[in-house]
């Protein structure tokens, strides 16, 4: 059975971090590319980060620009599980974070986690 678990999120001041995780199970972790994506009320769904599966010439990795240089992206291959580390929050970070593996025509969700960057 896939799972994908999402933890680590909460309310947090702005300028404050946060570290989302994934812990994944049901499936290879190592062969999966692994985003974020959030999604703000009355907005639609939007990619945020992603990693490329191990073993890829370059592990590389992708930011949407409102993020960059503030949000990491990684992953633990040893336990399945994906991090984004979130910086320098801001209000407009808020939303539901999910976590998201995909392999060929293999796509998986995790459930969300809420992030509220508020005063």
């Known amino acids: 059975q896939v799972q994908l678990v999402e933890s680590g999120g909460g309310l947090v001041q702005p300028g404050g971090s946060l570290r989302l995780s994934c812990a994944a199970s049901?499936?290879?972790?190592?062969?999966?590319?692994m985003s974020w994506y959030r999604q703000a009320p009355g907005k639609e769904r939007e990619l945020v980060a992603r990693?490329?599966?191990?073993?890829?010439?370059?592990?590389?990795?992708y930011y949407v620009d409102s993020v960059k240089g503030r949000f990491t992206i990684s992953r633990d291959n040893a336990k399945n599980t994906a991090y984004l580390q979130m910086n320098s929050l801001k209000a407009e970070d808020t939303a539901v974070y999910y976590c998201?593996?995909?392999?060929?025509?293999?796509?998986?969700w995790g459930q969300g986690s809420q992030v509220t960057v508020s005063s």
């Open positions: 998201n593996a995909r392999a060929w025509a293999n796509v998986y």
């Open positions: 990693i490329m599966p191990a073993g890829t010439i370059a592990s590389s990795t």
């Open positions: 049901g499936f290879t972790f190592t062969t999966y590319t």
